[in-house]
């Protein structure tokens, strides 16, 4: 018996999510009460939707449920997700999926090399370019480019696990995605937290897998404008640390400007931690 022959097929709702209808899928964990979430059918990307982004529990789910889903996934082809539904409902609005395609065409040291050179460069407000952007020492205007990997300190979905867990506060529902890793959910799903920093969610959605491949990176809870994610491989010395505290602030800025400040404070609160979380404003 191979893994696609275990457990049972997918209910039929999660069938609409795949392009195949699910074909060979197989789900042997019991879901609570739910269903799937259609995009917005005026969102900016202006596609015609063709099938639901995602599904969405009714109610609250627990970390060992998302535990037991992810450890299906290659049977199952879903993603877990938790989903913070503090600030807005899951179930509508603001639902903008992007194609799993787009993801490829970026790539994440471009993306981060675009970034830096949009705020460094002079402005027309005065700016004379003079600034020596303390705040990025010790950089400054030369953005370093990618870090180099981490060092597992645990396979990554043992860690993903345990995220869940603590990221547990009995109040969160579950999503889960038709993705083939974690990283793709911010595009599929439709997620538009970041969309004050950068219209497209898919350049994001690259720099995230690549943060799979190099830090055992995986995503694990997503709100309105945040994203939570286990970490199996984190810079452990203070120079890694820095960085990768550079490419989270191409990533999400909000996280040091309204945080440490400095890439270097925020290097230091990032330095041997299994979790990253982020914020946009």
Known sequence: MDLHERGERLPSALRQLFFDGGARRRLSVALPPGDVVWPDPDYVQHQTPVRPAYWLSDEPASGGLWGR???EHPRSGLWPVLLDDTTQPWSAGQVAP?????IGTYLPAAFMREVWADWVEPQDDGDDGDDDFEDLAPFGRD???LAPAGERMEDPDVVADWCARVLDNGSTPLGLAAVGRS?????VMGWQGALNHNKWTAPLAAVVRSWEDRFGVRVVRLGFD???????APPMSHDHAL???AE????CPDNIVQGAGTLAGYAEEIRGKNAWSFWWD
């Open 248 to 251: 989270h602030w191409a990533f």
């Open 143 to 145: 953005c370093p480019g």
């Open 243 to 245: 960085r990768v505290a």
């Open 183 to 187: 990283a793709d959910t911010l595009a």
């Open 226 to 232: 945040t994203l939570d994610m286990s970490v199996a």
């Open 69 to 71: 889903l992810r450890a």
């Open 98 to 102: 992007e194609q799993v395609a787009d």
